[in-house]
């Protein structure tokens, strides 16, 4: 199928503290759109260093928590208190700050911990409770889906050479050899990440550099995970970057604004 998506719109911050104030006029703007259509807004989460980076939506009044619909790009296989939880950290830095009804986070079902397949097959279900009577589609339209980048160049979790880089059909996939730990994780899948409307990476320091300059400047000749995010032609592709991390890429940076 030909392949009729935008350009990834690139946007480098000088500075931590504006790239936070940025993300969150982005995400107020993706907010205001999806209420506008629908009244709600669906959103995917990744752990790493992204939930810190949602810090300028504390204390933010245009932020409308109770139409969100949180539910997260990919997620450890452990107890929602454990150390390495998605949801635990998302809890610790974000959620516990703001008026988020807890009925609008979706984590995963952890009484099926011991099972991945059930457990994956149960954050599936999720979806399809939230995604599948309003939306025709094969696949979940999330208004926004924020990723990070990992210096190998996985994101979700999506890792290089991994077979379920391949996967077609799930919308939800687990994994058990992970090359980070846990080994455990459940992820979404490409085709959910790139029918989303919007589809934000955030990436900073000094790290990502070469793993960024390649999936901006080489997108013909990379195959690193990132680089196979490309929304279809309803959805848009943000990258939002230090000078840090953008420093080697020669990809044209947008100005931000709204
Ligand atoms: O599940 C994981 O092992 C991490 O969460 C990982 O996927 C992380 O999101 C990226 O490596 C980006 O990390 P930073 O945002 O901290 O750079």
Request: hydrophobic share 40%; glycine share 6%; with cysteine.
């Amino acid at each position: 199928m030909l392949h009729t998506s935008s350009p990834p719109i690139f946007y480098s911050f000088a500075s931590g503290a504006e790239l936070v104030k940025g993300l969150a006029e982005f995400i107020l703007e993706a907010q205001k759109e999806a209420l506008g259509k629908k009244g709600r807004f669906t959103v995917a989460l990744s752990g790493g260093s992204l939930p810190k980076q949602l810090a300028g939506l504390i204390g933010n009044a245009g932020v409308k928590w109770d139409k969100w619909h949180v539910y997260y790009a990919d997620e450890r296989v452990v107890p929602l208190d454990h150390e390495d939880s998605n949801h635990k950290l998302c809890t610790d830095v974000l959620f516990s700050k703001v008026n988020i009804p807890k009925e609008n986070i979706h984590p995963i079902d952890t009484t099926l911990l011991e099972d991945l397949e059930d457990l994956s097959d149960s954050y599936e279900k999720q979806l399809i409770d939230e995604f599948a009577s309003k939306d025709s589609a094969r696949f979940p339209v999330f208004d926004l889906i924020l990723l990070g980048l990992g210096p190998d160049g996985h994101t979700a979790s999506l890792f290089p050479g991994h077979e379920l880089l391949a996967e077609a059909d799930r919308w939800v996939a687990y994994l058990d050899d992970s090359p980070k730990p846990p080994l455990k994780r459940i992820t979404l899948t490409y085709p959910v990440i790139n029918h989303a409307s919007r589809v934000a990476f955030v990436a900073t320091g000094e790290s990502k550099q070469d793993v960024l300059a390649e999936i901006m400047d080489d997108p013909a000749r990379t195959s690193l995970p990132a680089s196979r995010v490309r929304p279809t032609s309803h959805g848009n592709l943000y990258w939002f970057v230090d000078d840090a991390a953008s420093a080697k890429v020669k990809y044209e940076k947008s100005l931000f604004k709204l």
